[in-house]
């Protein structure tokens, strides 16, 4: 089996500071992604790489970017941390992005902005 | 677009009984359908998922789901319920979008096995 694992669990940052997450997985999947979770709210997909170097906007990359340099590790970098930004980010992976696969999941970034 | 509904947010039901957390979609074309557990302070866990044949499908530790095309709808059941399956629930619906899938989580439901 493999894992997803996040860094770091918590992340205290300042208004308008730059924040990055990051996210590796050993499963060999060619499929990563940034999910957003807000207390009470579904996921939402913020970035998704179908491989090494690719990168794809989901429904919330605005304020956000991120960067596949290898196979394994997906970061994400919040640009400007705002106060409503307070919420659990997810990094997932999957064998390929063709709709039936399942994803595997990290266990989560915690982001509280001061 | 397609959108997935979870009408309730919290569901409480005691140890040992049966339980069903409901899930509604809508979407015409062809579609996959996935139910993941949370629990608290962990990532989601895939319980299931459904794209053609028998519409109900079983998952781990007892779980099921049955697909309904005429109530646009995804139900996960269990027959008796333990204290440990406490946590949230989202129903996912993939679907293919301008060229490529995208998985849709609805909000969740909060399943509470009161002792």
């Known amino acids: 089996g493999g894992i997803i694992t996040q860094t770091p669990k918590f992340l205290i940052g300042q208004e308008g500071q730059k924040l990055t997450l990051k996210c590796q997985q050993n499963?060999?999947?060619?499929?990563m992604y940034w999910y957003r979770q807000d207390s009470g709210k579904g996921l939402r997909l913020i970035y998704y790489?179908?491989?090494?170097?690719?990168?794809q906007k989901g429904d919330l990359s605005e304020g956000y970017d991120a960067s596949r340099e290898k196979k394994s590790s997906f970061s994400l970098t919040v640009t400007s941390a705002q106060k409503n930004e307070m919420a659990v980010f997810l990094c997932?992976?999957?064998?390929?992005?063709?709709?039936?696969?399942?994803?595997?999941f990290g266990s989560g970034t915690r982001l509280t902005v001061l | 677009t397609q959108t997935v509904s979870q009408s309730d947010a919290h569901v409480t039901v005691f140890e040992g009984d049966s339980v069903e957390l409901r899930c509604n979609y809508s979407y015409g074309g062809s579609i996959y359908l996935s139910w993941y557990i949370q629990h608290h302070g962990h990532g989601l866990q895939f319980l299931l998922k459904?794209?053609?044949?028998?519409?109900v499908v079983q998952g781990v530790n007892g779980f099921e789901a049955e697909f309904s095309k005429s109530d646009s709808s995804f139900h996960l059941r269990k027959a008796s319920v333990h204290w440990s399956d406490s946590a949230v629930y989202f129903c996912?619906?993939?679907?293919?979008?301008?060229?490529?899938?995208?998985?849709?989580f609805g909000s969740g439901t909060q399943l509470t096995v009161m002792p």
């Open positions: 499963f060999n999947h060619d499929t």
């Open positions: 459904y794209y053609s044949g028998n519409p």
């Open positions: 790489s179908i491989t090494e170097n690719d990168l």
């Open positions: 996912a619906v993939s679907a293919a979008s301008s060229g490529s899938w995208q998985l849709i």
């Open positions: 997932a992976s999957s064998i390929d992005g063709l709709g039936a696969e399942t994803l595997y």
